[in-house]
T-cell receptor, first 114, second 114 residues
Framework: AQKVTQAQTEISVVEKEDVTLDCVYETRDTTYYLFWYKQPPSGELVFLIRRNSFDEQNEISGRYSWNFQKSTSSFNFTITASQVVDSAVYFC???????????FGTGTKLQVIP | DTGVSQDPRHKITKRGQNVTFRCDPISEHNRLYWYRQTLGQGPEFLTYFQNEAQLEKSRLLSDRFSAERPKGSFSTLEIQRTEQGDSAMYLCAVTGAANTGELFFGEGSRLTVL
């Protein structure tokens, strides 16, 4: 069975600080996909990134970066120079081969204080 | 705009009543998902469709829940004899055109059962 754990329930940072959101996953499949989603206060879930299990290269997109490590079953998300607009709940998610059921973690609420 | 419209956005009902939610993707998508999200939790998978076929149902989906996607486009989720525990946000999502696993969510239908 697939499982996603986001141990950090809430994080508060001051604007311009860097912050890392942790995600640990469990799966028995060798082929799987990992995702991050953002849910701002307005409520609509927004897709941020997808990684497959064969690609461990870290990815950077502007102020966002993702660190995928199969050895520790982790897929962490770092926001550099945080901004107030980054305040949201962030969800890590996992699907096993075939893109069928996507399992979400419980989310990390990030509050960026001006 | 994710191209997924959900109706109604908010439904208040009394325990024991039936409710129906509708999900309308703007363009054609092979896969359509229903998720449920309660306060402070991540989205929980309920069911998904590949075209008209309902391919998987979660054990969360009791006999009181039924979902349809009659023409492979819009979908409905009906809850019969609602209970207070059904109060939640019901989310519809579709996969992207490339069908590479990421989900694009609608704004959700919030159900409050009194």
């Amino acid at each position: 069975a697939q499982k996603v754990t986001q141990a950090q329930t809430e994080i508060s940072v001051v604007e311009k600080e860097d912050v890392t959101l942790d995600c640990v996953y469990e799966t028995r499949d060798t082929t799987y996909y990992l995702f991050w989603y953002k849910q701002p206060p307005s409520g609509e879930l927004v897709f941020l990134i997808r990684r497959n299990s064969f690609d461990e290269q870290n990815e950077i997109s502007g102020r966002y970066s993702w660190n995928f490590q199969k050895s520790t079953s982790s897929f962490n998300f770092t926001i550099t120079a945080s901004q107030v607009v980054d305040s949201a709940v962030y969800f890590c998610a996992l699907s096993e081969g075939g893109y069928q059921k996507v399992t979400f973690g419980t989310g990390t609420k990030l509050q960026v204080i001006p | 705009d994710t191209g997924v419209s959900q109706d109604p956005r908010h439904k208040i009902t009394k325990r024991g009543q039936n409710v129906t939610f509708r999900c309308d993707p703007i363009s054609e998508h092979n896969r359509l998902y229903w998720y449920r999200q309660t306060l402070g939790q991540g989205p929980e998978f309920l069911t998904y469709f590949q075209n008209e076929a309902q391919l998987e149902k979660s054990r969360l989906l009791s006999d009181r829940f039924s979902a349809e996607r009659p023409k492979g486009s819009f979908s409905t989720l009906e809850i019969q004899r609602t209970e207070q525990g059904d109060s939640a946000m019901y989310l519809c999502a579709v996969t992207g055109a490339a069908n590479t696993g990421e989900l694009f969510f609608g704004e959700g239908s919030r159900l409050t059962v009194l």
